[in-house]
C-alpha cells in the first residue's frame, strides 16, 4: 500500500533549527512536496524535491534520499510565525499526490 | 498571475440537507483540479479530481459527488448531508501535465449539525 509517516508534533525555540522528517512508500515515485498551513487557513507550496540531494530556499530546505524513501524539512532561525502545520507529500506513478497527516510545529519564545 | 476562488467560507448545514460548494480558477487554463476534505488534526483526502471538462474521477465512495461544468469551475455536491461529511473542504489546481506544484483556495469549513 501507500504510506507517508511524519512526526505529529514538534516543539522548538524561536531563533533555532528544526528538522521534520518524513517517510514514504509509493507506487512509482515522481517527487517529494512540502507544505505549510497555519490553523484554519489553505496549505501553501514551500518545496519539491524529485532529485537526491538538498534544495535550499532562504530559511527553508528540503532533502530527499529516494534509496531510502526519506525527506526532511529543515528550518532555520526559526520565527513564532512558523508555528504551523508541516505537510508532506509524494507524487506516485500516477502523479497524484499521498499525502502525510502533518506536522504540527509549536515554537515557544 | 493566476487565483482561485471558493465559497462560501463557512457553512452550517442540518444532515439531510443538499450541499453545493463552488470552485473557480482565473489566470490559467485547462488545469487539473481537486477537491480534498481536512478532518481536525489530520491529513488531506483526496476526494475527487478532474482533467478536464465532464471528467471526473472518484477516489473516496461516499454519498459526495462533483462535476465540473466549465474549464475552469469545479462544483461539489451532496444531496443528503451526514454528520461525517463535516469538515475542512478545500479546491486545488495545477498546471496540467507531470510534477507541478498544487495550489489551494481558502477553503469552506462545513458544520453539519
Known amino acids: 500500500g501507500q504510506n507517508i509517516d511524519q512526526p505529529t508534533e514538534m516543539t522548538a525555540t524561536e531563533g533555532a533549527i528544526v528538522q521534520i522528517n518524513c517517510t514514504y512508500q509509493?507506487?512509482?515515485?515522481?517527487?517529494l512536496f512540502w507544505y505549510q498551513q497555519h490553523a484554519g487557513e489553505a496549505p501553501t507550496f514551500l518545496s519539491y524535491n524529485v532529485l537526491d540531494g538538498l534544495e535550499e530556499k532562504g530559511r527553508f530546505s528540503s532533502f530527499l534520499s529516494r534509496s531510502k524513501g526519506y525527506s526532511y524539512l529543515l528550518l532555520k532561525e526559526l520565527q513564532m510565525k512558523d508555528s504551523a502545520s508541516y505537510l508532506c507529500?509524494?507524487?506516485?506513478?500516477?502523479?497524484?499526490?499521498?499525502w502525510g497527516a502533518g506536522t504540527k510545529l509549536i515554537i515557544k519564545p | 498571475s493566476q487565483t482561485i476562488h471558493q465559497w462560501p467560507a463557512t457553512l452550517v448545514q442540518p444532515v439531510g440537507s443538499p450541499l453545493s460548494l463552488e470552485c473557480t480558477v482565473e489566470g490559467t487554463s485547462n488545469p487539473n483540479l481537486y477537491w480534498y476534505r481536512q478532518a481536525a488534526g489530520r491529513g488531506l483526502q483526496l476526494l475527487f479530481y478532474s482533467v478536464g471538462i465532464g471528467q471526473i474521477s472518484s477516489e473516496v465512495p461516499q454519498n459526495l459527488s462533483a462535476s465540473r461544468p466549465q474549464d475552469r469551475q469545479f462544483i461539489l455536491s451532496s444531496k443528503k448531508l451526514l454528520l461525517s461529511d463535516s469538515g475542512f473542504y478545500l479546491c486545488?489546481?495545477?498546471?496540467?501535465?507531470?510534477?507541478?506544484?498544487?495550489?489551494f483556495g481558502p477553503g469552506t469549513r462545513l458544520t453539519v449539525t
Open positions: 507529500a509524494a507524487q506516485d506513478s500516477n502523479y497524484q499526490l499521498i
Open positions: 486545488a489546481w495545477k498546471r496540467g501535465g507531470e510534477s507541478y506544484e498544487q495550489y
Open positions: 509509493t507506487s512509482g515515485f515522481n517527487g
